[in-house]
C-alpha cells in the first residue's frame, strides 16, 4: 500500500474553482483530480522528454545533418577539369 500524504494545499482561489469544476463534470472528488492531474502531467513531462531525445538522436544520425561533414571532405578532394561536352552544357 502506498503511503499517503496529507498536506494544506494553497493555491489561488480561480485555480480552485476550476479544479472542483473539472472534479464535478468528472463526477470525482477534487483530491482525486488533483491526483490524477499530476499523474497526468508526469507522463506528459516524460513522454515529452523521450520525444525530445528522439528527435535530438534522429537529426544527429540522419545523413542531411552531416552535409557540413560531407563537403569538408569533398572540399581537399583533388579537382578534374570538365570535358569539352560538360563545359557546354554547365559553363
Do not use: H
Not at 508526469?42 to 560531407?70: C, E, F, N, Y
Amino acid at each position: 500500500m502506498k503511503k499517503i500524504v496529507i498536506t494544506n494545499l494553497r493555491i489561488p482561489e480561480d485555480d480552485w474553482l476550476q479544479i472542483k469544476t473539472l472534479a464535478v463534470e468528472a463526477g470525482i472528488s477534487v483530491n482525486e483530480c488533483i491526483n490524477l492531474l499530476i499523474r497526468d502531467l508526469t507522463v506528459r513531462r516524460q513522454l515529452l522528454i523521450d520525444v525530445k531525445k528522439k528527435i535530438s538522436s534522429s537529426k544527429r544520425d540522419a545523413p542531411i545533418w552531416r552535409l557540413g561533414d560531407l563537403a569538408k571532405k569533398f572540399k581537399s578532394a583533388k579537382k578534374y577539369e570538365l570535358s569539352e561536352d560538360d563545359k557546354l552544357i554547365y559553363e
